[in-house]
């Protein structure tokens, strides 16, 4: 158990429709990063979080967002749902000390998310 | 852009045997850590490497980290089945971007 939860674990909804990815990161952690993963591919970097800012972004596309609150939980909001966005969203926690050169990170145990 | 690449992409190896996978850039990383993942579930942090020609061991695996800082490979020793899985490396960019990058991925499949 990583101490990273993610909720919920399966998530099935249609094109066109929007759905909320929730994130709680280990105690302690306060930064936040969010990553997409589809059948047989490698782990796409989405966006980080950092103490509630955002601190850099990858290949997100225009109709994600995401947040992190005060108590640094975050969500990831995923709209106009397309067929392609089917895939496995994992959120990971760091402590990450300024400059971030350890940058361990801790996965969560992931949301499958399936759009018909 | 900074990338890391990994090989091979796909290993398939009677139980007993020994792999190495490799990890490769053409930049230099402050540190890297390596994954492994199994179906459905998140990657859990093996190891991080951090000074330059730094080995570490667990267990029957060997992680090195490459002098020049550019390169790592990781080492099974008498694979067995539960080392089954998806190892990715990883590393924090050092463009001040704060991204965090993961290598291309190589699934390993141990056979009893």
């Known amino acids: 158990d990583s101490g990273v939860t993610q909720t919920p674990k399966h998530l099935i909804t249609a094109t066109g429709q929007r759905v909320t990815l929730r994130c709680s990161p280990r105690?302690?952690?306060?930064?936040v990063y969010w990553y997409q993963q589809s059948l047989d591919q490698g782990l796409q970097f989405l966006i980080q979080?950092?103490?509630?800012?955002?601190?850099a972004k990858g290949n997100i596309l225009e109709r994600f967002s995401a947040q992190q609150f005060p108590d640094l939980h975050s969500e990831l909001n995923l709209s106009s749902l397309e067929l392609g966005d089917s895939a496995l969203y994992f959120c990971?926690?760091?402590?990450?000390?300024?400059?971030?050169?350890?940058?361990?990170?801790?996965f969560g145990p992931g949301t499958r998310l399936t759009v018909l | 852009t900074q990338l890391l690449e990994q090989s091979p992409q796909f290993l398939s190896i009677q139980e007993g045997e020994n792999l190495t996978v490799y990890c490769n850039s053409s930049?230099?990383?402050?540190?890297l850590q390596w994954y492994r993942q199994e179906p459905g579930e998140g990657p859990v942090l093996l190891v991080t490497?951090?000074?330059?020609?730094e080995v570490k061991k667990l267990k029957r695996l060997t992680f090195q980290f490459g002098d020049a800082r550019k390169d790592s490979s990781l080492h099974i020793t008498a694979a067995q089945t539960g080392d089954t899985g998806l190892y990715l490396c990883?590393?924090?960019?050092?463009?001040?971007?704060?991204?965090?990058?993961f290598g291309t991925g190589t699934r390993l499949k141990v056979l009893a």
């Open positions: 990971a926690s760091s402590v990450e000390s300024f400059g971030g050169h350890y940058n361990e990170q801790f």
């Open positions: 105690s302690g952690d306060l930064s």
């Open positions: 979080y950092y103490n509630g800012e955002e601190r």
């Open positions: 930049s230099v990383f402050s540190s």
């Open positions: 490497v951090v000074t330059g020609g």
């Open positions: 990883a590393g924090p960019s050092t463009s001040g971007t704060y991204k965090y990058i």
